[in-house]
Nanobody
Framework: QVQLVESGGGLVQSGGSLRLSCEAS????????MGWYRQAPGKQRDMVAV???????NYADSVKGRFTISRDNAKNTVYLQMNSLKPEDTAVYYC???????????????WGRGTQVTVSS
C-alpha cells in the first residue's frame, strides 16, 4: 500500500513564502515523476510543477520564477518552495507521484489528500 502525505500549507500574506512537502511511503519499488497540482474553488485541477527522478523540471507559466520544485530521492519526498505568493495562488495543492509498487507489475499515479494554501491581499 502506497500513500502520499502533504504538509506545509497555510495562510500567508501576499508577497510571502511557503514550502510544501510531500512524502511517499509504503511498499514502493520505484518512483518516476513527482509533482504538484492545484485546484481553486470552481476550477479544474492544474499542473503547477513536476520533476523527474533525474531532476528535470517543468513549471506552469503562472509560477515560473516564483516557485521551485525539488526532490530528495533517498527520502521519497518532493518539495515546492513558493515565493512572492499572490492571492491567485490560493488553492488546494495536491501532490502526485508516478509509482511502481512492490509486487505489482504496472506503474500508476498516486495522489495526496491535498493541503490548503491561502494568500491574503
Amino acid at each position: 500500500q502506497v500513500q502520499l502525505v502533504e504538509s506545509g500549507g497555510g495562510l500567508v500574506q501576499s508577497g510571502g513564502s511557503l514550502r510544501l512537502s510531500c512524502e511517499a511511503s509504503g511498499s514502493i519499488s520505484s518512483i518516476n515523476q513527482m509533482g504538484w497540482y492545484r485546484q481553486a474553488p470552481g476550477k479544474q485541477r492544474d499542473m503547477v510543477a513536476v520533476i523527474t527522478n533525474g531532476g528535470s523540471t517543468n513549471y506552469a507559466d503562472s509560477v515560473k520564477g516564483r516557485f521551485t520544485i525539488s526532490r530528495d530521492n533517498a527520502k521519497n519526498t518532493v518539495y515546492l518552495q513558493m515565493n512572492s505568493l499572490k492571492p491567485e495562488d490560493t488553492a488546494v495543492y495536491y501532490c502526485n507521484a508516478n509509482i511502481k509498487a512492490k509486487y505489482v507489475y504496472t506503474v500508476r499515479d498516486y495522489w495526496g489528500r491535498g493541503t490548503q494554501v491561502t494568500v491574503s491581499s
